[in-house]
Each structure stands twice: as C-alpha cells, then as structure tokens.
C-alpha cells in the first residue's frame, strides 16, 4: 500500500478449482483484490479503525481461508472426506452467504488448513476429515451481551479441541457454575468498554467472536492471549476485576486486528537474528514481535488514559498505568523506526502509531 486506494492482493484473480471451474464466489475475476486506502491505513495504525476497518479486514481473511481450502482441494483430490465437506462449503456459499462466512471464519479453522497443507507438501497423507468437523461444530454457549445500543455475543469455546496454543493451557469443559461466573464477569467487562472506551468496544464486537478460557498463571495471575491463526478468538483467564478483562479484550483485539494487516500489507522485513528490547519484557524480541506487542500497548495506553481521565479504576492507579504505557509504547515504536527492518508502510504505521500515544497526553 504505497498510496491511496492502491490494492494489495489477498486473493488469487481467475483461480481455479481442482475441476477447473472458477473459485466459488470468485465470479470471473477471480477472489477478490482488497485494498487498504491511507486514511484507514492510518486509522488502524491509530487503533481508531472501528467497525469499518474490521469488515475490510475481515473480507481479507475470508478469502484467505477461501485460497487455503482450494489449495487442500488441489493436493489432495482423492480425499474423499474433504471433497464432501468442500462440496458442502461450496454449497454454503451459494445458498446461505452469511453461514459460509460463519464456518470459513471460524478461528481455529486458518491453523487447521495451513497445518495440513504444510504437512500434504512435505509428503505426510493427514486426513482431510476436520473440514467437516468445522462445518458441524457445536456453537456452544453464546453470550448475549448488550449495553447502551452496543451489543456483543461472543461463542465462549470451552470444549476444544484445540488446534491453536494459547500461551496457557485450556479451561473445560465448564460447568454450568463457571459459565455463569464468565457471563457476568463478561457482562461487567462489556458494559466497562461500551460506557468508558466505546470506540474500541465498537471494534471489539465487529471482530471477536469467540472467547477461549484459559487458566491463570501459576501464581493466579490473569492472562490473556490471542494467536496469529486465530483470526476472531481472545484467549484468557477468568480475572477478579472485570476492569482486567476489559484491558484484556483492547489488548488482544489489537493483535488479532494487525496480524489480519500483515496479511494484506507487509509492515516488515521477515524475522531475521536481530532482536530488540521491550520495555515489558525480559527478555529480546525481534522486529515483528516487538512491532505487535508495541501496537497492542497502544490499546492499553489508551484503556488507562480513559479511565485516568473519567476517575475511575482508583485514579492514582489509573494515572500510574498510563504514565508507565505510554513511555514504554514510545520507546518501543522509537527502537522500531531506528531498527532498518520496517517497510516503508511499516515505517508510516509505527509513525503514527507513536503519533496516537502522544495525542493521549491530553
């Protein structure tokens, strides 16, 4: 994306099906090219996106995932388990749009996919058959949270199986107790993010869908996570204070949103031995690393600003966190543009993105 309204390929123009046929809803051009104009470009750099860029990036992760199953189809056409559940996703897309996108957009379904084609290139013969396992996946139980007009109804996916690490091992199945202690601490954390930091809740209920229960650090500490083929899906403990979740849900919502960037437009050079400090870490990060958890640290900057300035969340607390994220967010994004590994629209996003967390001074 070097300039405005310039496309960047997400998708495989006049692909074609292992029967020859044209992509399902390709029509004659092909899968569809996406592009990232500068103002949203800049306003995802920001965290002020909204609705508006999640939909633009959620159209560059279906046909993602599209061009991944036609690629399974293509290794193994005698796969007669996924030829049947491909047919069924094909049939999806003509008949029930939005049930298509719902079973393409299924977090875990991009590991998946990727997974077995890495492993049908190396030689190995894996079975094809968790197409359909995603194709009939029990929804589980759904949150139906609503505050102020906002409303947000995340799957909470408790009962596995995984095919993405979290960081931290799983919690499930729950019981009916512990389902009902996440539907209120989420009900708490909503209305925090709709009544205190809208703009990201907007964000938050146009992106995630899935929530994954994790178990907290060996001390109890609260974590949270989200995975790069995960696109949709926050992982995290189950914290004390609904205030935690809230950060929690900005913080991982900004890694699913960049990582679904990096898929349209390169920010920066692959991940060679160079390794950087980050402020928050012990230990060094390489560029992309450091550039993820820099954009994520945004979101949290911003989360005690808010509440620093509503005099909520014991402001002598607030005011401490914010101080202490944004100096380590502008340290961060300084050691990004001196590093030499960020392309030139990597270098125009960590620009403003350092931009955004010296507006929060006011």
């Known amino acids: 994306?070097?300039?405005?309204?310039?496309a960047v390929a997400a998708g495989v123009p006049g692909a074609r099906g292992a029967d020859g046929s044209v992509t399902e809803g390709s029509g004659a051009g092909g899968l569809p090219r996406h592009a990232v104009d500068r103002a949203t470009f800049r306003a995802i750099a920001g965290a002020r996106g909204g609705p508006e860029a999640v939909r633009l990036l959620r159209a560059g992760?279906?046909?993602k995932r599209a061009l991944l199953l036609l690629a399974l189809r293509r290794a193994a056409p005698q796969d007669e388990d996924f030829r049947e559940a491909y047919g069924e996703v094909c049939a999806l897309q003509r008949s029930d749009r939005a049930r298509w996108e719902e079973v393409l957009l299924r977090p875990e379904l991009d590991a998946w996919?990727?997974?077995?084609?890495?492993?049908?290139?190396?030689?190995?013969?894996?079975?094809?058959?968790?197409?359909?396992?995603?194709?009939?996946?029990?929804?589980?139980?759904?949150l139906d949270l609503e505050c102020d007009g906002l409303r947000w109804t995340p799957r909470v996916d408790h009962l596995g199986p995984r095919r993405v690490d979290y960081g931290r091992p799983?919690?499930?199945?729950?019981?009916?107790?512990?389902?009902?202690?996440?539907?209120?601490?989420?009900a708490a954390a909503w209305e925090i993010l709709?009544?205190?930091?809208?703009?990201?809740?907007?964000?938050?209920?146009?992106?995630?869908?899935?929530?994954?229960?994790?178990?907290p650090a060996p001390g109890g500490e609260a974590v949270s996570a989200a995975a790069r083929r995960a696109y949709g899906a926050v992982a995290a403990s189950l914290p004390g204070d609904p205030v935690l979740l809230a950060l929690a849900l900005v913080h991982e919502f900004l890694h699913i949103q960049l990582g679904a960037l990096l898929d349209l437009v390169p920010l920066h050079r692959p991940n060679g031995p160079a390794v950087y400090h980050a402020p928050w870490r012990p230990d060094r990060r390489p560029a992309g690393a450091l550039l993820q958890g820099t954009y994520a640290h945004l979101g949290v900057a911003s989360f005690w600003c808010a509440e620093a300035a509503a005099g909520m969340s014991e402001p002598s607390r607030a005011e401490r966190e914010f101080a202490c994220w944004r100096a380590h967010t502008l340290?961060?994004?300084?050691?990004?543009?001196?590093?030499?590994?960020?392309?030139?629209?990597g270098r125009e996003f960590t620009e403003e993105l350092a931009r955004a967390v010296r507006e929060l001074d006011g």
């Not at 199945?173 to 209120?184: A, I, Y």
């Not at 709709?194 to 929530?211: G, I, K, L, M, N």
């Not at 340290?331 to 629209?345: F, I, M, Q, Y």
């Open 1 to 6: 994306m070097t300039g405005t309204g310039e």
């Open 61 to 63: 992760q279906l046909s």
């Open 113 to 142: 996919a990727a997974d077995c084609l890495r492993a049908r290139s190396l030689g190995s013969a894996v079975p094809l058959d968790g197409l359909g396992d995603f194709l009939r996946a029990d929804p589980g139980a759904v």
């Open 170 to 186: 799983p919690v499930g199945p729950l019981s009916v107790d512990e389902l009902r202690r996440w539907e209120e601490q989420s």
């Open 194 to 215: 709709v009544r205190r930091h809208r703009r990201h809740a907007a964000a938050v209920a146009a992106c995630v869908t899935v929530v994954v229960p994790l178990r």
């Open 331 to 345: 340290a961060a994004a300084g050691t990004l543009l001196e590093c030499g590994e960020l392309t030139a629209d």
